[in-house]
């Protein structure tokens, strides 16, 4: 019986990893600039089915992703900011993602507890806090380390002299609000329903996994033979 949770738990994370990759590889840009991304879907989901030590095993994927859509020029900025400030840009693409995994699983956790284990708010809160966590740390850190690129920017698409830090702030929330609320819309209609579907399957199994992952598959060739 364990044997046979063991196998399902790492199928299941092995499917939802690759349905992040696949995501990963579909962006759709808007009229401000960034890019509408699916990639938050499947770390919602996988983070609030095994938790918090998962969730940032996704967000590293999700982080590896952006950073080679950026190096590569898939993202149109990403050149630019690499070339401008490399460690910045790795920096921007991992610690949010992780983050945002990590937190989303801890989070999540709780409310199962909290709500005895209501799959409809956890569904909700996670598609939440997935796009709310990312939104805000990812921009916390782009202003942090490319503040002088995004001024310079502005004043070249606008021909001012000079720009304060209140109206590079307004420009970003504009700019990230709407990709926010379509990213919220996505998360909403798509992690919602998965997160209640999926984690009825994960109680009813029982199904567990963790960074003893390494250990599990060892057991589970030992197990076999």
Not at 50 to 79: E, K
Not at 115 to 139: A, C, D, M, P, R
Not at 203 to 209: A, D, S, V
């Amino acid at each position: 019986m364990k044997r046979n949770q063991n196998i399902l738990s790492v199928v299941l994370l092995s499917l939802l990893t690759a349905l992040g990759i696949a995501f990963s590889f579909f962006s759709f840009p808007i009229a401000t600039g960034l890019n509408i991304t699916l990639t938050g879907v499947f770390v919602g989901i996988t983070a609030t089915l095994f938790g918090p030590s998962i969730g940032a095993y996704v967000g590293f994927i999700w982080g590896t992703f952006s950073l080679i859509q950026g190096v590569t020029g898939m993202d149109p900025s990403g050149p630019v900011l690499f070339a401008t400030n490399p460690f910045g840009l790795v920096f921007t693409c991992y610690f949010p993602r992780i983050l945002d995994g990590f937190l989303v699983g801890l989070i999540s956790k709780f409310i199962k507890k909290w709500e005895k284990g209501n799959k409809v708010v956890t569904g909700i809160v996670s598609s939440i806090l997935v796009v709310v966590l990312n939104t805000f740390v990812f921009l916390s850190c782009y202003i942090g380390f490319f503040y002088p690129s995004l001024k310079d920017a502005i004043l070249n698409a606008t021909g001012a002299q000079t720009v304060t830090l209140g109206a590079i702030l307004t420009f970003l929330l504009i700019s990230a609000g709407l990709n926010f609320i379509l990213e919220l819309a996505i998360n909403l209609v798509i992690d919602t329903p998965a997160i209640i579907a999926l984690d009825k399957i994960v109680e009813k199994n029982n199904l567990k996994i963790s960074f003893t992952f390494k250990s599990k598959c060892k057991n589970l060739t030992k197990e076999s033979k």
